[in-house]
C-alpha cells in the first residue's frame, strides 16, 4: 500500500454542493471537504489522502458497516492526519501564530482582547466536540491542525494549552474587555483537546479498561446518530483485550441493542458494575427499581444500560 495522508474533520452542513473528478468518476462534496481540499492541494506535487465523505459509501448500508469497522486501522497506518478546522474567519487569519506567540511569552500587559479573540474562534470549533474524531485523532501517526493558510502540529498546540490554562483564571485575563471573555468555553476545548492528546493517547494497546472511560467521554460530545456515540470509538475498543467481546458495526441494529452490548463490554472490561453509577444520570437513578427505564427518549433501555447519548 503507497504512503498516504488522512482528514480529520466536521461534515457541518451535509449537503453536497461541490462536485470533484477522480479517476474520471465524479463525486458530491459537502462545503467543509471542499474547502479542505483546496487549502491541501499542493501547486506541483500531488497529495495522497483518505477522506471518508469520498472513500466510504455511505449509502450501502452493509458496505458502510464494513468500511466504518476499519476506520481505525485507517488513521494508525496514514502517514499524517490533517485536521482540518476550516477556513479562517474574516480577521481571524493569525489566530495559530498568536497561539505559537502566547508561548513565547510569559508575561505581556500589551495582551488584549482581541488576542483572546483569536484564541477563542480556535478552540471553538466544531471539531474539538464531536465523536469521530477522538479515534482519528489517539490512533493518528502525527496530527497536524490546519486552520485557513497556516497551520501548526500538535507538538505546539499542547506546548500552549497548560500556559493557556493558567491564563483563563489570571489577573491579565481579568483585566481584558469582558465582553469578549468566555473562559470556561475555551477551557471545555482545551479538555476536549487533553481527553485526546494528553490522555488517551498514553492509553497504548491492550488496555483492558478503556471501554467505559471512552464511553462516558462520548456521552458529552457530538454526533448526527445515536448509534454514532459507541461506533465512532470502534477502532479503540479493538485494542482492547478483550476484543473478540466488540461488537460489530452493525447499523442495522437497535439502539438499545448497541447500546447493551457496549454496556456489557464495558462491565467486563472494567470488571466493576460500580463504574455505571457515574455513567447514569440522576433521572434514571430514580428509576433503578423498575426492570426498564426510559432515558431521555431512549425508552426500554434495560435498567443497568445507559445511554451513552447524553451527557
Not at 91 to 106: D, N, Y
Not at 158 to 177: G, I, K, T, V
Not at 258 to 266: A, D, M, Q, S, V
Request: net charge negative.
Amino acid at each position: 500500500m503507497p504512503d498516504y495522508n488522512a482528514l480529520s474533520y466536521c461534515w457541518g452542513d451535509a449537503t453536497r454542493t461541490h462536485q470533484m473528478q477522480l479517476d474520471g468518476k465524479h463525486f458530491a462534496l459537502t462545503t467543509s471537504v471542499y474547502e479542505a481540499l483546496q487549502r491541501l492541494r499542493p501547486e506541483r506535487d500531488s497529495l495522497c489522502i483518505w477522506i471518508g465523505q469520498v472513500c466510504v459509501n455511505q449509502d450501502g448500508i452493509e458496505e458502510r458497516d464494513v468500511q466504518v469497522q476499519q476506520m481505525g486501522q485507517i488513521y494508525q497506518q496514514a502517514a499524517n492526519t490533517f485536521i482540518w478546522l476550516g477556513p479562517a474567519h474574516p480577521g481571524m487569519e493569525e489566530s495559530l501564530q498568536i497561539m505559537r506567540q502566547f508561548c513565547s511569552v510569559s508575561k505581556d500587559d500589551s495582551w488584549t482582547a482581541l488576542h483572546y479573540t483569536h484564541i477563542k474562534i480556535v478552540l471553538y470549533d466544531s471539531w474539538f466536540h464531536r465523536v469521530w474524531v477522538v479515534q482519528e485523532a489517539v490512533l493518528a501517526q502525527g496530527c497536524v491542525f490546519v486552520y485557513g493558510h497556516d497551520q501548526c502540529n500538535e507538538t505546539e498546540l499542547s506546548n500552549f494549552a497548560p500556559l493557556f490554562y493558567r491564563f483563563c483564571s489570571s489577573r491579565e485575563m481579568l483585566a481584558l474587555d469582558a465582553s469578549a471573555m468566555d473562559p470556561r468555553g475555551c477551557r471545555d476545548g482545551l479538555d476536549s483537546y487533553h481527553n485526546i492528546f494528553s490522555h488517551l493517547r498514553r492509553i497504548g494497546p491492550k488496555t483492558r479498561t478503556l471501554a467505559l472511560p471512552l464511553l462516558q467521554m462520548s456521552r458529552n460530545r457530538e454526533c448526527s446518530d445515536e448509534k454514532k456515540h459507541v461506533f465512532g470509538l470502534h477502532g479503540l475498543f479493538a485494542r482492547s483485550t478483550l476484543e473478540n467481546l466488540v461488537p460489530r458495526v452493525n447499523y442495522g441494529k437497535s439502539t438499545i441493542e448497541i447500546f447493551t452490548e457496549t454496556t456489557r463490554l464495558g462491565i467486563v472490561s472494567d470488571g466493576s458494575w460500580k463504574s455505571l453509577i457515574v455513567a447514569h444520570d440522576r433521572e434514571a437513578q430514580s428509576r433503578h427499581d423498575s426492570e426498564v427505564v426510559a432515558v431521555k427518549g431512549l425508552t426500554r433501555l434495560p435498567s443497568w444500560v445507559p445511554d451513552w447519548s447524553c451527557g
